[in-house]
């Protein structure tokens, strides 16, 4: 598995998704991933602090979540969530 080269510095507040690597499936012998949506709290080069985005639908609540650098496989920033107004769609 390649890993890329990890920025020194992430600024505080940057909307990041992370792809992590969960380890092997036992059934199917595959490298897992799980990606991760959210602001960045703090960056030390070693862990990644982030708030997590709570889910679009409502049905998972934002949390901090923490991140050893080991696990990251990639990172990129992404745009902001677009806010909903409330009008109906025309």
């Known amino acids: ?3 890329m080269n990890l920025p020194e510095r992430i600024p505080v507040g ?3 998704v992370v792809r992590c690597t969960i380890g092997i499936d ?3 012998g595959r490298e ?3 990606d991760i949506v959210g602001h960045v709290l703090e960056w030390d080069g070693r862990t990644l602090t ?3 985005d709570e889910s679009a639908n409502g049905s ?3 949390e901090v979540t923490t991140i050893r650098s080991q696990t ?3 990172l990129k920033p992404i745009p902001e969530r ?5 009008r109906p769609m025309q």
């Open 50 to 52: 982030m708030l997590r």
């Open 82 to 86: 677009p806010k909903f107004t409330g």
């Open 26 to 28: 036992e059934r199917d």
């Open 72 to 74: 990251i496989v990639r």
């Open 1 to 3: 598995m390649v890993r």
């Open 60 to 62: 998972r609540p934002a």
């Open 14 to 16: 940057a909307r990041i």
């Open 32 to 34: 897992k991933y799980r």
